[in-house]
């Protein structure tokens, strides 16, 4: 069983920044990609970043140049950075993570969200 757990969301005001981070645990054999989306109140789920194993990152159009994928591999951990925040940001933060397991299965496992909430 792999566990993914998402942190650091909360109420900022616009301009602002926050950095949220998320950490993956259990029968671990690998990490390949891991990624960031969010789903907005009414809205579908979309994608913020995405990460590489060797670092290669992607990022959505409205999203590039705001916020900054990173991940520790030895940590299990993909952040966030997230700047220049504004109202159009509020959602809910979801990491996803491309884990082969000890047993050598592959699938994607998600975490269950933080909410980012951007307001004055």
């Known amino acids: 069983q792999v566990q993914l757990v998402e942190s650091g969301g909360g109420l900022v005001q616009p301009g602002g920044s926050l950095r949220l981070s998320c950490v993956a645990s259990?029968?671990?054999?690998?990490?390949?990609?891991m990624g960031w989306y969010r789903q907005a109140p009414g809205k579908q789920r979309e994608l913020v970043a995405t990460?590489?194993?060797?670092?290669?990152?992607n990022y959505a159009d409205s999203m590039r140049g705001r916020f900054t994928i990173s991940r520790d591999n030895a940590k299990n951990t993909v952040y966030l950075q997230m700047t220049a925040l504004n109202p159009e940001d509020t959602a809910v933060y979801y990491c996803?993570?491309?884990?082969?397991?000890?047993?050598?299965?592959?699938?994607?496992?998600w975490g269950q969200g933080t909410q980012v909430t951007v307001s004055s």
């Open positions: 996803n993570a491309d884990v082969t397991t000890r047993r050598f299965a592959a699938d994607v496992y």
């Open positions: 259990g029968s671990i054999r690998s990490i390949n990609d």
């Open positions: 990460i590489t194993r060797d670092g290669s990152t």
